[in-house]
């Protein structure tokens, strides 16, 4: 049977999602999503320069191949997040949303209490509501009352590369999740990835640490082999850790007595 | 006419409804998306919704982002 990643009514093979910004070409950022197999890719939404509008984004993203999930990046608010939301899906995006929150610039860290009022608006207006979170277990649980798609939880600030620095709370959310767990922001090198994938989560999302390394292709197929190996581990069964040695080889039979 | 069209406000004239603005501004419809005085336009509705003076207009794209 097939371990398929499986959000609101829709399945996926790849539990990697990855983001488009900060990669230095649009060639270069097509050819990373394609080397990652991501099959849910995010998205901003911003004002289009009137004097000077440029490229399309979505010209070098095959909406046949990939999810496209808008996020509410630039939302200081409840009221921005939704706004942005419903002005993606009007612009013929499937109604899929990645919540985020960030009033503070510096840290980027999620409003929690904006976060919440904006999932419960979204939620009844139809969306599949993804939130960008802290690692707050109580957080999580509340969200996914509301009824989230996933939960969100960064595993360190947005571009740190800093890996997952909120393991224990992680570890929290996971074991008391209804619905997928992803680790989004903070993860800076595959072994991160497949941190969190050892830990439990369902799925990483990852853009920094792809897009600004020097082969982004590259760095987006080694993201892609780390998130497989991390989730077979723990399908697998990571063994316990102890403090002894456990011998590996016989205890018997020695050359000597 | 007066509008405010992503901020910054504006002289427009001959334009009736939000196809005509995006015409306008060589935009292409299926592109972007549009609010008016806070108001997400549905893209089927372009034609129909006017714009009058003193509208707050706000036209948004995708781009790249995490």
Redo the contacts between chains.
Sequence with gaps: MQDMLVIGERSFNSRLMVGTGKFSSPSTMKDALAASGAEIVTVALRRVELENPDDDILSHIDLGRYLLLPNTSGARDAEEAVRLARLARAAGCEPWVKLEVTPDPYYLLPDPVETLKAAEILVKDGFTVLPYINADPVLAKRLQEIGTATVMPLGAPIGTNRGVRTREQIEIIIEQATVPVVVDAGLGAPSHAAEAMEMGADAVLVNTAIAVSNDPPLMAMAFKKAVEAGREAYLAGIPEKSLRAQASSPLTGFLRE | MKVT????EQEVSGIKSVRDLLDH????C??????VN?C????DEYDQTAISHGDVV?????????
Excluded at chain 2, 25 to 28: F, K, P, R, Y
């Design positions: 069209i992503n901020g910054k501004l060589g935009l292409d299926s592109k972007v998306a549009v609010e806070s997400v336009i549905k893209r706000e036209i948004v794209r995708f781009v790249g982002g995490g």
